[in-house]
């Protein structure tokens, strides 16, 4: 098991201890939660870095890696709807999204094709993490309700990238498909 791979893994274990925080009673359990957060989306851009750099590329860490992505970010919006912070309509279409084209990845990962992130997916999931984020933390910042507002709209504009990049997706593979 390589470094990137081990890193992958953790993330995933942050997952579970993420909504632990988030869901139990305590004080300040946004900021520690929103830690554990962070950490894990950082570590997603560093097993990427340390896999490219150290020619650590596996197939478990091409499944394993998208994967931890959308464990993460749907774990966070089915933990904010229990909480009545996020609406149900909004995970929904985020998260059906994200297993659609984790579906759609995983086929071609079985036909050893490419598939990789696109700029706008990129952007996709920097909406999503700001804005998951901010919605955690908006109780404990000044001005709460403004930036419990803002942070809405950034789930929202994260909705709209997340179909957008999920359309572009079907419509860029979908040619593969037809070539085979």
């Known amino acids: 098991m390589n470094a990137a791979n081990v890193i992958t ?22 900021i520690f939660a929103v830690i554990v957060f962070i950490i894990a989306a950082i570590s997603d851009a560093l097993d990427g870095y340390i896999a490219r750099k150290y020619d650590q590329v596996t197939e ?3 499944f394993l890696d998208p994967l931890a992505d959308k464990l993460l970010i749907a774990g966070a919006l089915l933990a904010l709807v229990h909480l009545g912070k996020v609406e149900t309509w909004v995970a929904t279409v ?3 999204r994200e297993i659609f084209i984790t ?16 700029w706008l997916a990129k952007k996709k999931t920097t909406f999503q993490l700001v ?5 955690i933390l908006s109780e ?16 929202y504009m994260a909705v709209i990238l997340t179909i ?17």
């Open 9 to 30: 893994i953790l993330r995933i274990i942050l997952v579970p201890i993420f909504l632990v925080i988030l869901l139990t009673e305590m004080e300040n359990k946004e």
């Open 94 to 96: 985020i998260i059906l």
């Open 103 to 118: 579906g759609f990845r995983f086929y071609f990962l079985v036909k050893d094709s490419m598939f990789s992130a696109s």
């Open 131 to 135: 804005s998951v984020s901010l919605i």
């Open 60 to 62: 478990l860490g091409k």
């Open 164 to 180: 957008y990049s999920g359309v572009e997706y079907v419509l860029k593979y979908s040619n593969a498909l037809k070539e085979e």
């Open 140 to 155: 404990k910042l000044p001005y709460r309700e403004i930036v419990f507002q803002a942070a809405t709209i950034l789930l």
